[in-house]
């Protein structure tokens, strides 16, 4: 049995992850260690939470003493740490917390993975310390046109696959980290700890850089949950700058059979990027959020259009996002399972059957923060 540590498993992509472990590999003991901050919810994990290989811990990651009692009691072979503060609006806010949780956290876990494992005869062996991280640590990149075709234009990646994109550069491996955000920034500095962990003594770790995630669980402050239930309720659709800004969307499932398939086969000390080669204009899929989700209401298509509502741009608004994630075809023959008008239409499908989900988080506390924090839109 193997014992493996999934940090912010209650949140979005972490209740994905959990998931398909725990109904996967009967064999694990999967034990999922979150503080449950306003975006963690056991609601999220409900079909599971009874399985006898499943374990949830409410601990604080940058509590270093719990975590090292966690590590001692459950004899740990593996971490895949997605425990993290994730909303750039937010850190625009209130930086410090993404220091505390993003790098503290971040070196609290490695610290108690190192003093344990090094302790045992076999040491590193048949162990993993698995970052996931994000694309925008690389910075922003431009809406160029390499030859005066009006973008979006068809490129070919280097696997050979053609797709769309707005430029003609793309997120790489062994491009240099520009974050621009103090989320992106958080990020980027936990990813060179990880690997100064390996680099210094040799601990087993593999980092993953993941383009914009969408699909069931996602917290209502993120674009597309947040778009979903405005439209349903016709509150307005706060679009910022001119909706110009360009993010590469990828479905959550693709990403957690990707974060799998690198745990399990993944080459130690390297990184990978995921992406789903699927870029879209901000406006562009509002609008084919908009229109999904008057279909499926039963109202006619487009008839909430006149929900956009443009404000004021976010601060250092990084203005496009598109991965390469070749390599990860390549060398481990992982690929986007499903086309994006699939995803949108299951996503939205499943924000509107599971309308308690939403009401339970939007009520109470959480709509105060958050007119607070945005006012009252
Ligand atoms: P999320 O905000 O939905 O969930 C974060 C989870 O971490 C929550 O359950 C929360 O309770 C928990 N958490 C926060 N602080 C904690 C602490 N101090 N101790 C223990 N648990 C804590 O985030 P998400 O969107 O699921 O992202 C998960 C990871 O994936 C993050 O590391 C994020 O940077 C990365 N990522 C996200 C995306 C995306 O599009 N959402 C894309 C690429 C990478
Ligand atoms: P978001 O879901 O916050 O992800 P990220 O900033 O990590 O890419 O935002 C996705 C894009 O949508 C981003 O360009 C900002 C934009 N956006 C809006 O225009 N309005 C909104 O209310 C939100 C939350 C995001």
Redesign the pocket.
């Given at each position: 049995m193997k014992n493996i540590i999934i940090?912010?498993?209650?949140?979005?992509?972490?209740s994905h992850v959990v998931r398909l472990f725990v109904n996967k590999y009967p064999d694990y003991h999967i034990i999922n260690?979150?503080?449950?901050?306003y975006?963690?919810?056991l609601a999220n994990l409900k079909d599971i939470e009874d399985k006898p290989n499943y374990t949830f811990v409410k601990?604080?990651?940058?509590d270093f003493e719990t975590i090292m009692g966690i590590f001692k009691k459950y004899n740990v072979d593996g971490v895949i740490h997605?425990?993290?503060?994730?909303?750039v609006d937010r850190s625009i806010k209130d930086p410090f917390t993404f220091a505390q949780?993003?790098v503290m956290?971040t070196l609290s876990m490695l610290q108690a993975a190192k003093l344990t494992w090094e302790q045992i005869p076999e040491k590193w062996e048949g162990k993993r310390f698995y970052h996931?991280?994000?694309?925008e640590v690389y910075g922003a990149l431009e809406m160029t046109d390499p030859e005066g075709i009006e973008p979006p234009f068809t490129t070919k990646a280097s696997s050979g696959k053609h797709h769309l994109a707005y430029g003609s550069k793309f997120f790489t491996e062994d491009l240099k980290y520009m974050p621009h955000s103090p989320y992106s920034a958080s990020?980027a500095s936990s990813d060179h700890f990880v690997r100064a962990f390996h680099d210094t003594y040799g601990m087993p770790t593999i980092v993953t850089?993941?383009?914009?995630?969408y699909g069931p669980y996602?917290?209502p402050e993120?674009l597309i949950p947040l778009f979903i239930n405005n439209i349903r309720h016709r509150k307005p659709l706060p679009v910022y700058g001119k909706g110009e800004n360009v993010r590469d969307w990828l479905y959550v499932e693709d990403h957690a059979r990707a974060i799998d398939l690198i745990f399990h086969k993944g080459t130690i000390a390297e990184t990978y990027n995921i992406g789903g080669f699927n870029e879209w204009k901000n406006i562009d899929i509002i609008k084919v959020v908009i229109n999904t989700v008057d279909r499926l209401l039963g109202r006619k298509e487009g008839e909430d259009m006149d929900l956009i509502t443009y404000v004021t741009d976010r601060a250092g608004h990084d203005m496009r996002y598109a991965i390469d994630s070749s390599k990860l075809q390549r060398e481990l023959g992982w690929e986007p399972s499903l086309q994006f008008e699939e995803g949108i239409e299951k996503t939205v499908k499943w924000y509107l059957e599971n309308q308690a989900w939403m009401d339970n988080i939007t009520s109470g506390e959480y709509e105060k923060y958050y007119e607070s924090m945005y006012g009252n839109r």
């Open positions: 940090t912010g498993g209650a949140g979005f992509i972490g260690v979150d503080k449950l901050t975006a963690g919810n601990a604080d990651i940058c997605l425990a993290a503060e994730s909303h949780t993003n956290g996931i991280s994000t694309d990020k850089n993941c383009s914009n995630n996602q917290f993120k």
